[in-house]
């Protein structure tokens, strides 16, 4: 894989983590969020959707196995450092954990995994012999 994708995942990453630092310590940033019921759950499920459907592509929609089955390594990426970075919510104290938001977080990577497969069977620049019988 081309180093310049590594890079761009890096700045995927760090720019997630940014926005979350950024929505615990300076909360009146994102107090729009709260107006809407269930906004912060909304903003969860979609912030990682983006970021876990950019971070597959960014990876050419490699899979690795887990268990037996096929799954995309960028999807395992962004699960594992979101699984993290929520349970150190436990630790901080201007920061709170919450299973919903966790649960919006593991929804927003599994669309954005279903798609990702419907973008790379679709779309994807697979070249195809055609064949003719005579």
């Given at each position: 894989m081309k180093p310049i994708r590594y890079l761009m995942i890096f700045v995927?990453?760090?720019?997630?983590?940014?926005?979350?630092?950024?929505?615990?310590?300076?909360?009146?940033?994102?107090?729009?969020?709260?107006?809407?019921?269930?906004?912060d759950k909304i903003g969860h499920f979609s912030i990682l959707a983006i970021v876990t459907f950019l971070v597959n592509i960014l990876l050419a929609g490699k899979k690795i196995k887990i268990f037996g089955h096929s799954v995309f390594?960028?999807?395992?990426?962004?699960?594992?450092?979101?699984?993290?970075?929520?349970f150190s919510q436990i630790f901080i104290s201007s920061r709170s954990f919450e299973?919903?938001?966790?649960?919006?977080?593991?929804?927003?990577?599994?669309?954005?995994?279903?798609?990702?497969k419907f973008t790379l069977k679709n779309f994807s620049r697979k070249e195809t012999i055609e064949t003719q019988i005579p």
């Open positions: 995927i990453i760090a720019v997630l983590l940014s926005v979350s630092f950024a929505a615990s310590s300076f909360p009146g940033i994102f107090s729009f969020i709260y107006f809407v019921p269930g906004g390594a960028g999807s395992m990426a962004v699960f594992i450092l979101i699984t993290f970075d929520e299973y919903y938001d966790l649960l919006a977080n593991y929804s927003g990577i599994f669309f954005a995994g279903l798609i990702v």
